[in-house]
């Protein structure tokens, strides 16, 4: 994992808090912010993190972190 | 395979297989394929017009330990490539 990327840790948290602190941080902590990893340890916000994400011009690669988490890294789409 | 869906090799030995038109409920029944595929050491390339399925796959495929990279291709049109992660046992990748 790059040191020059911001990491949110939501990692406890339940939906929909993942995907609601997840777009907090796009949109008004870190708005513009080219890459942001966001862990998790709850399955179904790999479903809800995603969509939101991608809507906000963003790719998603997601990859199992640690046992039972995952890293959701979200990079500024050049599309 | 359901129908409308089309799957051609491409130039690294990846499937791409292209669900876009392809009805319900045999555009998710190839997707899940594509998992199990991509479960037993494939790389699958998905193309969707299915806004579902973006939300079914990645959940499906984390928990069969199979990595998901996502885009969007164009209005309402997303690319979903799906290869075997490294396989992570407590913390540690092996």
């Given at each position: 994992m790059s040191d020059d990327i911001p990491v949110l840790?939501?990692?406890?948290?339940?939906?929909?808090?993942?995907?609601m602190l997840t777009n907090t941080e796009l949109d008004e902590k870190l708005p513009g912010v080219s890459a942001l990893d966001v862990i998790?340890?709850?399955?179904?916000?790999?479903?809800?993190?995603p969509p939101q994400a991608m809507k906000r011009g963003y790719d998603v690669d997601i990859e199992e972190a640690g046992s039972g988490q995952w890293r959701i890294r979200l990079t500024k789409s050049a599309f | 395979m359901t129908g409308n869906e089309s799957v051609v090799t491409g130039d690294t030995g990846e499937i791409v297989m292209d669900l876009r038109n392809t009805p319900m409920?045999?555009?998710?029944?190839?997707?899940?394929?594509?998992?199990?595929?991509?479960?037993a050491g494939e790389e699958i390339i998905l193309l969707t017009d299915q806004e579902v399925v973006i939300k079914y796959v990645p959940t499906e495929?984390?928990?069969?330990?199979?990595?998901?990279?996502?885009?969007?291709?164009?209005?309402?049109?997303w690319r979903v490539v799906l290869f075997l992660g490294q396989q992570v046992r407590g913390g540690e990748k092996s």
């Open positions: 840790d939501v990692r406890g948290e339940i939906c929909p808090y993942p995907m998790t340890d709850h399955p179904p916000a790999l479903s809800t993190i | 409920p045999g555009h998710i029944q190839n997707a899940t394929k594509a998992i199990e595929r991509a479960a495929a984390a928990l069969q330990g199979v990595r998901t990279k996502m885009s969007m291709a164009g209005d309402d049109e």
